[in-house]
């Protein structure tokens, strides 16, 4: 796929089933990731690629979460179930690095650069996922599960797999309402 064409049409896609990206097509994901902006060239990001009873691990941690902070029954039950909405969930975790010049806001755009491409690369290469969030990502107990220091953040969940259906087109936003030129 042509990397302009990617880039315009870059879509999630939440619906996925099997196969997860793997061999060659997940390094390449890893790779892309990888290839993040990062100032000063801190690396601050750490993934967890869980897959099988990986993602059945991370459905625990969401459960006990979902139980301490005493979630209504419906979504306790549901909590476990969450990562199990594609054959690939990867945890990307910026890893805050103490620097006089890069401060965490840009350490935490860093790991946002490297899920989108993360995304990209997949749907590069047939496959498509989505980047999600929720309350679990900024649990205490989840955190501490997934190693977090203090300053670390998860910044996301790319659920990744092979779409369901064909990804529908979204309509193209007009630039002229978000953008203006100093000339
Ligand atoms: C930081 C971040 C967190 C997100 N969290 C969620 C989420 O928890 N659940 C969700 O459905 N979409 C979430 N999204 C949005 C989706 O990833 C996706 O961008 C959205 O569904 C629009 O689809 P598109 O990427 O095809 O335009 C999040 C996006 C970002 C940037």
């Known amino acids: 796929m042509d990397a302009l064409e990617l880039l315009l049409n870059r879509r999630s896609h939440p ?30 990001w750490r993934f967890i690629v869980c897959e099988g009873d990986g993602l059945v691990k991370l459905g625990a941690l ?12 419906k979504e306790i039950e549901r909590a476990p179930k969450l990562p199990l909405r594609a054959p690939m969930v990867i945890v990307a975790i910026t890893e805050y690095k103490a620097h006089e010049k890069v401060p965490r806001e840009e350490q935490l755009a860093s790991t946002a650069c490297a899920v989108m491409a993360m995304q990209m690369a997949a749907q590069a290469q047939g496959f498509n996922g989505i980047w999600r969030t929720g309350a679990y990502a900024h649990c ?5 599960a997934l190693g977090l220091a203090l300053e ?9 797999g092979t779409p369901m259906f064909e990804t529908p087109e979204k309509a193209p936003l007009d630039s002229r309402e978000f953008v203006t030129f100093w000339q």
């Open 152 to 160: 670390d953040e998860i910044t996301g969940f790319l659920y990744l």
């Open 140 to 144: 205490p107990m989840v955190r501490e």
């Open 15 to 44: 619906r996925l089933k099997a196969p997860a990206p793997s061999g060659r097509a997940l390094d390449n994901i890893l790779q892309a990731a990888l290839r993040a902006p990062d100032h000063a060239s801190l690396s601050p």
């Open 62 to 73: 969401f459960e006990q979460s979902a139980i301490g902070h005493q979630k209504p029954d």
